[in-house]
């Protein structure tokens, strides 16, 4: 909806890594490591990406809703906000502020149909009530940016769309971290070039040079990056059911 | 919302009754701006939604009317929200009006226009820069502060909707005196030419102290505009003939546009003119007014 990144709250917004990092005291008197609680995160962001295939919105509804739901945690805890219930509503909200709404009635039939597990349940009210929440814990701030739109001239001008596909499925896998959060969307959409280019064996040196990018950012991001690769691109189902039961989120 | 002690109501918006209140502990004053939530089974309307977050972004330009917060009540189990904006105690309607009746009828001064029009057009080039279009800018919605000859634009983002109402909730006509004339011939795709065909209408406006194209209709819009500039045809604007609502109309020959302000300097016809181009293609960006040899004289030190 909104074309400066650079006059933009989301700039304003960005975070250093410690300060996304932290646990809030009501989880971490729960036991919650910081460990689990990135899990956590990572599992409703890949809850928030089934969910859209079922009601069908763009990657970009999901992108959105995905850092909707990361902000909202580095601001309130998983105990008062159940992880399980942010989720559906962040991208009931982000579907609505990229104008394309997908009905509540309609998520709450998906969740059910999928999900016979008890505590992902939620009725019509329970996401209407959240949502206000999240409004309130957003501090109303709804517009984000992306790495897609950089990701895409960016590509254009190092002659290399034919890396399109790759490194977008790349900027997908972000929203599993906290990068959204941290860096500039078109650092990360850097990053994502940089590692295609790896992948495919592509000298981009020169490229890089001249756009005199800060490559130690680019490369902190990619290390983030291949980190998740190495260690977390199968999230066991058990984990994160124990994870969520010491939470007892649901009484 | 016990923060704040209700002064008076002070204006009914588009889209909902303002109100003048106190920050109890502060003294500040602020402008209510209420909006009800028509929560069924859709919560939040993503029209407030949009209007929202629009205004978080925008509002960080001192051109833009500033959202304090915003505040969620629950009265009798309806949801409200109320837009917390800081106070201007006019607006640029009212303020015109200050010069043509009263004791003491006469001319808004050059240098009030001047720097009106410059704060207008920062204004209009923040929201541009933005990918946003106001849609609805007149004199209503630009609030003025006498006293420090300041002025932002308010209203924001409520004009965001597809097309601009026609009529509001209150059932009040909304004014097609700003409106472009793509607008009105039923373009679909229009774009930030739109809000520079208003700011060209209320440029005209402050230098006769009434609106250029008074129009109580949409054709009657259109026939006010084609007397002044003459009748549009293919060769200056392209395109104009296969627009929706297009139709035959007389030809008029385009009239001497200073006789029609003739208290404005040739510097300001000139960038009104621009303003004013038909073909929305050739209108000048807010952006590029700023530059324009009419602000030559202004001290812009002081925005």
Known sequence: MAANFWSSSHLKLLMDQEEVDVVHSPDKERGLTLEEFKYIKMHMANYIGKLAQFVKVRQRVVATAVTYMRRVYTRKSMTEYDPCLVAPTCLYLASKAEESTVQARLLVFYIKKQLTDEKYRFEIKDILEMEMKILEALDYYLVVYHPYRPLSQLLQDAGM??????????????????????????????????????????????????????????????????????????????????????????? | MEKYEKLEKVGEGTYGKVYKAQDKTTGQLVALKKTRLEMDEEGVPPTALREVSLLQMLSQTIYVVRLLCVEHVDKNGKPLLYLVFEYLDTDLKKFIDTYRRGPNPRPLPPSVIQSFMFQLCKGVAHCHSHGVLHRDLKPQNLLVDKEKGILKIADLGLGRAFTVPLKSYTHE?????????????????????????????????????????????ELQQLLHIFRLLGTPNDEQWPGVSSLRDWHEYPQWKPQNLGRAVPSLEPDGVDLLSKMLQYDPANRISAKAALDHPYFDSLDKSQF
Request: charged letters at 20%; aromatic letters at 12%; a negative charge.
């Open chain 2, 173 to 217: 006509i909304v004014t097609l005196w700003y409106r472009a004339p793509e607008v009105l011939l039923g373009s679909t795709h229009y774009s930030t030419g739109v809000d520079m065909w208003s700011v060209g209408c209320i440029f005209a406006e402050m230098a006769r102290r009434q609106a250029l194209f008074p129009g109580d209709s």
């Open chain 1, 161 to 251: 769309t034919d890396m399109t596909h790759l490194s977008w499925g790349l900027v997908n896998d972000t929203y599993k971290m906290d990068l959204i959060l941290i860096y500039p969307p078109y650092m990360i959409a850097l990053a994502c070039i940089y590692i295609a280019s790896v992948l495919k064996d592509k000298d981009t040196t020169a490229w890089f040079e001249e756009l005199r990018a800060d490559m130690n950012v680019v490369k902190n991001i990619s290390m983030e990056m291949l980190d998740f690769y190495d260690n977390h691109k199968i999230l066991p189902e058990d984990r994160v059911n124990a994870i969520i039961n010491k939470l007892s989120l649901k009484q």
